[in-house]
């Protein structure tokens, strides 16, 4: 989801990250990171939001691998529901996965105390206003349901530091970055109880120096034909900004989650 009108995630930039982080995933850690994202919780038989599904990977992961009876996948941009409906149909799940193209802005198009978990994987950096979403999640959940989600965060909530500044500038996808504490606050704000937030910098900082080598070494030529050599070589810069602020620890990508109360 975005706040915005820009296409961010056309045909060639789905194929990008699929090529760099696996078939119907459009972030770091394919299915064993939505694993541990969703440790602890149940979802057997159980009705699943998955705001920012992209190109539908972990939509169809949480019916096949975690036992989710429906699931309703949303996002803002014709080419990501597209190949999303693709993956749905080929892995025959359509009866089980809606996937919906929503505009931005709240409220969601989604019933109130309707859904058992609301999901999202590095998604929800594309809306700025946390505490909107946290209330409008809330809404959504149905008593005792859990709002289970990662995304990308900056470290504090001073402004980015010249190095993070550049790395938002040249990620060029409408970053909106909250701090842990932003996060911690709209939730509970928004009456979630039992919040937990993982800073998941460790893990990610050495994951994304390997991505980099792999953007340089002997894979170059098979990510140039996904969009361009050009393009690639931007890439390539994000990626050595990403890395720089992933070793100073103000880019921390974080689990979270919250449940709201009975």
């Not at 025959?92 to 969601?108: H, M, N």
């Not at 950096?125 to 990662?150: C, N, Q, T």
């Not at 050495?206 to 080598?213: D, G, S």
Request: hydrophobic fraction near 40%.
């Amino acid at each position: 989801m975005s706040n915005s009108d820009e296409l961010h995630y056309d045909d060639g930039v789905i194929q990008f990250l699929e090529l760099m982080w696996g078939k119907g995933y459009l972030s770091p850690g394919g299915a064993e990171e939505v694993a541990r994202l969703l440790e602890g919780i149940d979802l057997s038989g159980k009705t699943v939001l998955d705001i920012g599904c992209g190109s539908g990977g972990i939509s169809i992961g949480l019916i096949r691998d975690f036992g989710a009876n429906q699931v309703i996948g949303l996002d803002v941009e014709e080419p990501v529901c597209r190949f999303a409906r693709r993956a749905a149909e080929d892995a025959g799940v359509t009866k089980q996965l809606d996937i919906r193209q929503i505009e931005p802005g709240f409220p969601i198009p989604v019933d109130s105390a309707s859904m058992d978990i609301v999901f999202s994987k590095d998604s929800i950096v594309h809306i700025e206003d946390k505490e909107a979403l946290a209330k409008d999640v809330y809404r959504i959940l149905k008593p005792g349901g859990w709002f289970v989600a990662s995304d990308w965060l900056i470290s504090h909530d001073d402004e980015p530091s010249p190095e993070m500044a550049a790395y938002i500038k040249s990620e060029d996808l409408g970053f909106g970055m909250a701090s842990p504490k932003r996060y911690q606050k709209a939730l509970e704000q928004a009456g979630f109880a039992y919040i937990e937030l993982r800073n998941r910098n460790a893990w990610y900082t050495p994951v994304a120096e390997k991505e980099l080598e792999r953007l340089r070494g002997p894979e170059r030529a098979a990510f140039d034909a996904t969009t361009g050599p050009e393009d690639i070589d931007r890439q390539i810069r994000t990626w050595a900004a990403m890395v720089e602020v992933l070793k100073t620890g103000e880019h921390c990508p974080h689990h979270f989650r919250g449940q709201k109360p009975l």
